[in-house]
């Protein structure tokens, strides 16, 4: 049984172009993501999944340093990708997590791997509905699930997004990792504007430098320390 833990990663992206390849921690958003991914309980392989694109071909070295697998595929068919990254490495479970939330939490991450495999269901998540901080968001589910969705969804939004078709169709089974809610929900740990880049740099100046990896509660608590912290992107936030 192969647990592959799936990274999206792009260079192209609209509202901050080349965020992944930014310096953070001692290193980039995207080796500090595949750091903790590593760490995950349970995974067998990581896996950083990239557009065939020439333009994303500088995600290549940095995501085998941090010792994951590079897969290739669409840069729209986002989904098309995942399935064709889950075949190179012959998993048997995928656990999708976006390169752009660099405080992922390598343990809740274990919990949602755990849920999915002790309930005996398609799909897990710890998103459904949202209670953590965003950016903590993780999904776990069979490589035949995977294959089902491929195969059947046709609406571009499922194709870009990976897991609608899992998360709806009335065929799969599906379990929730529970959060805390409340302000915890409310906070934003991802990285899409310049006030969010602003907010990990603040952030992990306040962490214990690698290679610990502080929990998600350790985190909140550091930013609940330091309320100016949590201020800096407060605006970007989304009522979730």
């Not at 953070?24 to 995974?43: D, F, H, K, S, Y």
């Amino acid at each position: 049984m192969t647990t592959a833990i799936i990274v999206q990663a792009r260079l192209g992206s609209t509202r901050l172009p080349g965020k992944v390849l930014m310096p953070l921690a001692g290193t980039t958003v995207l080796e500090e993501m595949l750091r903790r991914c590593r760490a995950i309980p349970g995974a067998d392989v990581v896996v950083c999944a990239i557009p065939e694109d020439t333009a994303d071909d500088a995600l290549i070295a940095p995501a085998t340093r941090a010792g994951a697998v590079v897969a290739r595929g669409s840069a729209g068919d986002v989904l098309g990708r995942y399935r064709k990254a889950a075949d190179q490495v012959d998993a048997d479970v995928v656990v999708r997590i976006t390169s752009d939330c660099p405080l992922a939490d390598p343990g809740l991450c274990g919990d949602v791997i755990a849920l999915r495999a002790a309930r005996g269901v398609d799909y897990a998540a710890n998103n459904m509905p949202p209670r953590f901080p965003h950016g903590l968001d993780c999904e776990a589910f069979t490589a035949q699930s995977l294959r089902r969705a491929d195969d059947a969804a046709r609406d571009p939004y499922e194709r870009e997004h990976v897991t609608p078709w899992l998360r709806r169709n009335p065929a799969i089974t599906r379990a929730t990792l529970d959060g805390p809610g409340g302000d915890a929900a409310q906070q934003r740990w991802t990285l899409d504007f310049p006030e969010d880049y602003a907010f990990f740099q603040a952030v992990f100046a306040q962490l214990p430098p690698p290679p610990a990896i502080p929990d998600w509660r350790a985190t909140l608590a550091v930013i609940d320390a330091h309320p100016e912290i949590s201020a800096i992107n407060a605006a970007r936030r989304v009522q979730r």
